[in-house]
């Protein structure tokens, strides 16, 4: 493979790779070449602390290796880390006022093992608040901005991992990190036309990465090809004793399966997920997709996921549920945030002061939505019956994979990136529907993966969503390779910034 004859920072992992063991650039050049980038496209704030000294000192570190012959996939490979994963040393904040100057003594497993195989750290990536939203608007850095862009007006890159696909489409850095609850890396990953996968719950560890809702949480990569994809989750996943939610199943080597090869697999395509209001543009591309699976040998198969209407609502129960427990911890007295008290105040306004300074409207929304559906006389009414919806609709799914389908395609998202403050100001409810095609994959804990196909009528980008069997993140890469080359999406965002 040849490396792009434009510059290093666009390049993808694979070029870089390849260029970097054949001694066509060092890892220190191709790391200054993001870190001047980083510095041009201030404008977007996708990223929010930037580590210039640590990553030239990586850089170097990744040379040696690469001199030696010891090289890894990721060597020298300059990633940015959102700002969820804790970086000993590095501020850490969650993009939250009450995790402020929060500096960890600790490296989170992922990065642990990203910079053991040598990749170099750029900064942290911003994110909505605790991973609480679809927009980026929720951070206390203040939004990042999609370097795609309609008329005068600055859009989202979606959410939470919003920094992280600014970053990616951008070409700030060459891939990142991400994590996804409710579709966080996969919304995003749509709306800035970079692929984004969430791995299968259990498959990347969770240790050092700050909570948001621990059953359905999970780390992954955002990248520029899906290719990328596979090698970068190769190094981040894996069995970690120290996550107790973390499978001991053996890893494969994921790159080796991009075969290309799609023959005789079956497609499913659910009903579903053709919703009232859908736009055209949406049921259009989806076309164009199933038609791209069937032209390479494929089966399409009609198939039904009957519980996917209640999806929804439960992970609206469930999600802020187990964050009013996780975030019950920042209280003020063991770090991050303490508010200034009063003569008199005592530890119960201390707790207040700080959770009302510390948390932004979102988190607070979701706070006491969880603690509510949690509370003595509701915990059966709404907990315990989301809990048994989750439980139907990871059936369906498991019904739907014995019946021989391999994997599933459906829309990414219900529209293009919108605008920034379109619907911050709104009813929630309307930020939550954002979520309606990706919730229903961490409900049931399975792999899941963006890939962009084309560009809408205003020229934004559009993503189609594969879902696969649990463990088949090989299979499912495959899928999405074959989708990635059949649409030819080569589109990149005008550098206006």
Known sequence: MNAPVSGPNTWTIAAARDALRRGEITAVDLTMSCLTAMDAGDG?????????????????????????????????????????????????????????????????????????????????????????????????????????????????????????????????????????????????????????????????????????????????PMTKTVRDAAIMLGTMAGHDPLDSTSADIAVPDFEAALTGDIRGQVIGIPREYRMDGMPEEIEALWQQGIAMMKDAGAEIRDISLPHTKYALPAYYVIAPAEASSNLARYDGVRFGHRATLAQGDGITEMYEKTRAEGFGPEVQRRVMVGTYVLSAGFYDAYYNRARRVRALIKRDFDTVFAQGVDAILTPATPSSAFGLGEMSNADPIEMYLNDVFTVTVNLAGLPGIAVPIGLDRKGLPLGLQLIGRPWEEAGLLNHAHVLERAAGFVAKADKWW
């Open 44 to 220: 977007l704030n996708a990223f929010v602390h930037k580590t210039p000294e640590i990553a030239l000192d990586q850089a170097r570190a990744a040379d040696a290796r690469l001199g030696a012959g010891d090289a890894p996939a990721m060597c020298g490979i300059p990633l940015g880390i959102k700002d969820l994963f804790c970086t000993k040393g590095v501020l850490s904040q969650a993009g939250s006022n009450i995790l402020k100057g929060f500096k960890p003594e600790y490296e989170s497993t992922v990065t642990s093992r990203l910079f053991a195989a040598g990749a170099v750290m750029l900064g942290k990536l911003n994110m909505d608040e605790f991973a609480m939203g679809s927009s980026n608007e929720t951070s206390c850095y203040g939004n990042a901005v999609n370097p795609w862009k309609v008329d005068v007006r600055l859009l989202t890159p979606g959410g939470s991992s919003g920094g992280s696909a600014s970053a990616v489409a951008a070409d700030l850095c060459l891939a990142a990190t991400g994590t996804d609850t409710g579709g966080s890396i996969r919304q995003p990953a749509a709306f800035t036309g970079i692929v984004g996968i969430k791995p299968t719950y259990g498959r990347v560890s969770r240790w050092g990465i700050v909570a948001f809702a621990s059953s359905l949480d999970q780390a992954g």
